[in-house]
């Protein structure tokens, strides 16, 4: 049961705005874009439930024009086991030393969560009943990110007090200012590349995407997130792998050779600085930090945790030998430290079923999400993480988990052939013709 998608063109173009707005405003309120705090709840809060509304409006508007509900749920537990974390972190308000942090990250990482449930749930629905359609979940993603970064390139130039972060004494400006932390947004960036990065496959403007990425890059230099820049590069090397063409992959790889030193020595290593050398050796204090996490605060609790995004029983966890810390910056810790040896086992099976689901999914599919979780991984590694304090990392996983968490029903149930039934008396568009 298919339609062909030149007949209800305007339909899809309706659809596919609205599905960008929903995206990048959604990624958008991520952001601190205001130093008052009571402005930045307002967009966090009541923004991102906004767009979630908006999202459900969305799929009943697609439902409305006459597309059955016929999903089925597949691979059911990846979002199942996702389902568990939630809500040993929503018990867990029963022994944190802080609910209201606790209650506000958990509400923020469940309502995104729901978000990600309508957003994709639509978008499969339009890939079930308008098969050759243009809407791509990678275009959209990338094009998001596009704009986004565009404003931070812009804004270094015209207003650099508010878009430049000053670290390391005032030495060293990075892209993202008080609004984004410069690794995020390298993070960011990184996931942009992996989705435009598809419009190559298939020829769909690729002197635009070219820009595209160029902006990218650009953003990407400017933030001087040494991981964010490894992970680019995965992301490059992943998707040369990908080409049956060996001189364009030999080329390419010869090119990634004799600009990745360079890219390394100037933003990794810093120009061959000591000091900064040996802050790598420890990962700016990482290492020291994380082993203090294990050795002195993982034994209080090891079995549930101090409650979800908290650890410790004070605000920051502190050593003798190492910095106050209210995160763990690594979200596999994060997630050891909120939810003990419980919540890190929940976590391991749910990405178990997770990347299982993906390596089975078609090759677009599998090609897309394992490009997404290249950056995201990386930035897992060193800083808030999918499973971290409530960013945009997290939203880009879900993305995954509802991806692959969906599957097409071959049979109308009866109360959805009696919907079409009933409109085909009643209407003379939508799905007029359809077969039951």
């Known amino acids: 049961m298919t339609l062909d998608p030149a007949k209800h063109q305007e339909f899809l173009k309706s659809t ?27 967009i966090k809060l009541v923004g991102r439930n906004g767009v979630l509304f908006g999202a459900i409006y969305l799929y009943r508007r697609v439902r409305d024009y006459g597309v059955p509900g016929s999903m089925t749920w597949d691979n059911v537990f990846v979002a199942a086991f996702y389902g568990i974390y939630l809500f040993l972190g929503f018990a867990s308000f029963l022994w944190t030393t802080n609910v209201g942090v606790s209650a506000l990250q958990w509400f923020m990482t469940t309502q995104s969560f729901f978000f990600c449930l309508y957003f994709i749930k639509t978008i499969s629905m339009l890939d079930q009943y308008f098969p050759g359609h243009r809407i791509r979940l990678f275009q959209l993603l990338g094009n998001t990110v596009y704009y986004l970064v565009l404003i931070f390139v812009i804004g270094m130039w015209v207003d650099p007090d508010t878009f430049i972060r000053l670290t390391h004494g005032g030495e060293e400006a990075r892209l993202g200012g008080y609004i984004m932390n410069p690794n995020e947004l390298g993070m960011l960036a990184g996931v942009g590349v992996a989705c435009l990065i598809f419009n190559y496959y298939d020829a769909h403007r690729p002197k635009w995407t070219t820009f595209q990425l160029l902006i990218l890059f650009y953003c990407l230099y400017a933030t001087g997130s040494r991981s964010s820049l490894i992970g680019a590069l995965l992301i490059i090397f992943f998707h040369v792998m990908q080409s049956e063409r060996q001189q364009i992959k030999a080329l390419i790889i010869a090119g990634m050779l004799v600009v990745s030193p360079v890219a390394i020595w100037k933003v990794v290593l810093k120009d061959g600085d000591t000091e900064r050398l040996e802050e790598i050796m420890s990962m700016t204090g990482r290492l020291p930090f994380w082993t203090a996490l294990i050795a002195e605060g993982l034994p209080r609790e090891p079995l549930l945790g101090f409650g979800f995004m908290r650890i ?8 003798t030998h190492t910095y106050p810390g209210k995160m763990t ?3 596999f810790m994060q997630v050891l430290m909120n939810l003990g040896f419980v919540g890190m086992t929940v976590v391991i099976y749910q990405m178990v079923f997770t990347m299982r689901a993906i390596m089975s999914a078609t090759k677009e599919k599998k090609l897309m999400m394992i490009g997404i979780l290249i950056p995201i991984t990386i930035n897992s590694l060193t800083e808030f993480g999918i499973f971290g304090e409530s960013n945009y990392g997290i939203l880009f996983y879900q993305l995954i988990i509802f991806s692959v968490s969906f599957g097409v029903r071959e049979y109308l149930t009866t109360p959805e052939k009696m919907n079409l039934a009933r409109r085909k008396r009643t209407e003379a568009g939508g799905f007029l013709g359809v077969a039951n």
């Open 329 to 331: 910056h690594n979200t």
């Open 312 to 319: 410790d029983y004070k605000e920051y966890f502190q050593s």
């Open 16 to 42: 596919e705005r609205w599905l960008f707005v929903l995206l990048f405003l959604m990624v958008a309120c991520f952001f601190t874009w205001s130093e008052n705090v009571i402005i930045t709840r307002g």
